[in-house]
């Protein structure tokens, strides 16, 4: 089984002092041999795909050469978030691959694949993505449902039988909204023994902004309040028994009183199903029923990965526009004046805004928009959305400010200012690049020595004593 549980709070995407786990332990039932052989990799960050790949080979060759207790391997790449990175590692004697955007199409085939000619090497579509298609499966039907739920952080509890499912399908469910990042909490696979479990099932307050992952049948009862519940059905049987056999289970439990596979929940949609969407989807079922008449999986994912990539982009653009509206324009920059900042967000105003464009934000998808971006307006992916729109804003003013200074003619301006005026400009000068040196995108070394020559132009401009009290008050 495979297991992935980030031991984290909300913001550890973000906190190198935390870390994601994998798990990997052979299919046995003896608690000796999973003691033995199980492996676990700890990484910084979530590289879902090669860092589960990477776990299942160091523990097939745990198994194979028992003569090896322990490989530590350390690998460096530059993580971004166009998911365009280069990635290549050695585990032991299999070597993993990740396709560069330099290759050429028919260079690098996509999905899982282990070659023919070099059976060591094994290339992966990404670094991060799922399946999405086998995780996804039982809740396909409520593709934009679920896409609400999670892009406003309502709190969701999966079902499933093994670690594998529940943390495949948590893992796929915040990926759905991708460019934007899901900044709540998540547990993958979550467990009676984790420190919030009494939080987490306690009636007598509303269930957090989380997404769980279980398997213990005691989460049946103890979660049941919670108001979204998804049961993951078994890929293996759902795989040898068709894919329709989700889209013909009925809401509810089954005669044995457990809940049939897909979404169970009050919530109304605030958007229409895209029929075209579901009907594609089940053209790439069908084909005479049987196996040999689906398309590849790696196809399925990439449709399903579409989807989610438009509705996502399609509900961030006005949200885009409304902000490039708050920018101020460069050319209001004044270099004696504080570098101007990203003016606050109104909800209301872009409320208003929207109205104004009817039903038709999206062409696509029909619904609600209105509320549905009202929801989204007071949840922690806004909120974090906004903080890292807002943070890039005022950077980019920054820089734009201190090259500025780093290029206007000093010695003209300081002739006739007084000293308190002088070293008011120095100092506002100087925070402006102390806070631009701790913020991404960072100061580019020419323009940082550029800020810094003219900055000691001004000091040498004052007298000895002021020199001495300057230094001491940005010491």
């Known amino acids: 089984m495979l297991q992935h549980e980030p031991m984290a709070t909300p913001t550890s995407w973000r906190d190198p002092s935390t870390a994601f786990t994998w798990l990997h332990c052979p299919a046995t039932t003896s608690t000796i041999s999973i003691t033995t052989t199980s492996t676990i990799t700890i990484a910084t960050t ?9 776990t299942m080979h160091l523990n097939t060759e745990f198994e194979t050469h028992a003569q090896i207790h322990t490989h530590i391997h350390t690998t460096q790449h530059t993580h971004t978030h166009t998911h365009t990175c280069t990635h290549t590692t050695n585990i032991i004697f299999k070597q ?5 955007k330099t290759d050429k199409p028919t260079q690098v085939k996509t999905g899982y694949e282990v070659s023919v000619k070099s059976p060591t090497l094994v290339t992966l579509p990404s670094i991060h993505d799922t399946e999405l298609y086998m ?14 739920l999670v892009l406003t952080n309502q709190p969701i509890v999966v079902m499933a039988n093994s670690p594998t499912i529940c943390s495949n399908m948590v893992q796929a469910l915040v990926s759905l909204i991708h460019p934007l990042t899901y900044t709540a909490d998540y547990r ?4 009676i023994h984790d420190t919030e479990f009494k939080n987490y099932t306690t009636r007598t307050q509303t269930p957090p902004q989380v997404i769980l992952g279980v398997t213990n049948p005691f989460f049946a009862k103890a979660l049941d309040h919670w108001p979204h519940i998804i049961k993951a059905g078994d890929h293996t ?14 809401r509810g439990r089954s005669l044995e009183g457990e809940l049939k596979p897909g979404l169970h929940t009050k919530y109304k949609a605030l958007l229409q199903k895209d029929k075209m969407f579901l009907k594609m989807l089940g053209s790439y079922k069908g084909g005479g029923g049987g196996a040999g008449g689906k398309r590849p999986m790696e196809a399925l994912n990439v449709m399903i990965k579409k989807q989610a990539l438009q509705l996502t982009t399609g509900f961030i653009t006005p949200l885009e526009k409304y902000i490039a509206g708050l920018s ?4 209001n920059v004044n270099l004696w004046r504080p570098p101007p900042q990203l003016a606050p967000f109104n909800v209301e105003q872009f409320l208003h805004i929207l109205e104004g464009l009817g039903t038709q934000i999206m062409d696509t998808v029909k619904g609600n928009w209105i509320d549905l971006y009202r929801n989204f307006l007071s949840s922690p992916n806004f909120v974090a959305w906004y903080n890292a729109r807002k943070g890039d804003t005022n950077q980019k003013l920054r820089l734009f400010y201190l090259d500025m200074f780093s290029k206007a003619d000093i010695r003209i301006w300081l002739q006739g200012k007084t000293e308190p005026e002088v070293m008011d400009f120095y100092l506002q000068v100087k925070y402006c690049l102390t806070t631009a040196l701790k913020v991404y995108p960072s100061v580019p070394s020419s323009l940082h020595q550029g800020v810094k020559t003219k900055l000691k132009t001004i000091t040498d401009a004052l007298p000895p004593d002021l020199q001495m009290r300057l230094c001491g008050v940005v010491a």
Do not use: C, H
Request: charged content about 20%.
């Open 46 to 54: 979530s590289t879902i795909a090669i860092t589960t790949t990477s």
């Open 96 to 100: 993993l691959r990740v396709p560069m």
């Open 135 to 148: 995780a996804l499966q039982p809740i396909l039907d409520k593709f934009e449902l679920i896409w609400e």
């Open 188 to 191: 993958p696979y979550f467990t």
């Open 237 to 250: 049987s759902s795989i040898a028994n068709g894919a329709d056999e989700y889209r013909g289970a009925s």
């Open 328 to 331: 101020p324009l460069t050319k």
